[in-house]
C-alpha cells in the first residue's frame, strides 16, 4: 500500500510541474508576442498588452506558474485542505483567463461581421500565432489543473462517505 501512495505523490508531483511549466511557457509566448507591420504606409502595431484580456490572461498564467511551484514545497500533510482551496481559485482563474482570452482571439481570426469589426490575423500573422500557441498552452495547464483538482476534491471526499 505504502508503494502506491508513493506513486501516486510522485504522480502528483509531476502533474504540478506540468502545469507549471504550461502556465509559464503560456506566459512567456503571451508576454513575448509582438508584431509591427506597415498598412497603407503607417505602422501598425500588435502587442498583448494593447488587450487587457490577454494581459488578464498572462497575469493569470503567472499566478498559477508561481503558485504550482510553492504547493510543490508544502509538505503533503499540512495546509492540505488549503491547497484544495486554492487549487479551486487557481483553476477558476486560469479558465477564465483562457476563455477570456480565446474570445479576444477568436474575433482577431475571424471578425465579427455584426459589430463591424475586420479581422486582423491576415495583417499580423506571427502575433496571432503567437497568441495561439499561448492559448494551447494555457488550455493545456487548465485541463491539468482540472484534473489535480478531481483528484484533491476525491481524496478528501471519499473519507468523509465512508
Avoid at 45 to 55: E, I, M, N, R, V
Avoid at 142 to 158: D, E, G, N, P, S
Wanted: with cysteine.
Amino acid at each position: 500500500m505504502e508503494k502506491g501512495k508513493k506513486a501516486c505523490t510522485l504522480l502528483l508531483g509531476a502533474l504540478r510541474l506540468m502545469s507549471m511549466a504550461a502556465t509559464l511557457s503560456a506566459t512567456i509566448v503571451t508576454i513575448t508576442s509582438r508584431e509591427r507591420v506597415i498598412v497603407f504606409n503607417f505602422p501598425v502595431d500588435a502587442k498583448y498588452h494593447y488587450t487587457p484580456s490577454l494581459k488578464f490572461f498572462a497575469i493569470a498564467n503567472g499566478i498559477g506558474s508561481v503558485y504550482s511551484l510553492a504547493v510543490l514545497f508544502i509538505p503533503a500533510t499540512k495546509l492540505r485542505r488549503l491547497v484544495v482551496a486554492f487549487d479551486v481559485v487557481i483553476t477558476m482563474l486560469l479558465t477564465a483567463s483562457a476563455s477570456a482570452a480565446l474570445a479576444v482571439g477568436h474575433v482577431a481570426r475571424k471578425g465579427d461581421s455584426h459589430a463591424g469589426w475586420i479581422p486582423i490575423c491576415g495583417q499580423v500573422p506571427k502575433f496571432c500565432d503567437h497568441v495561439l500557441a499561448a492559448l494551447i498552452l494555457g488550455f493545456c495547464g487548465v485541463f491539468i489543473y482540472m484534473f489535480l483538482l478531481l483528484h484533491a476534491i476525491h481524496t478528501f471526499i471519499k473519507p468523509i462517505l465512508l
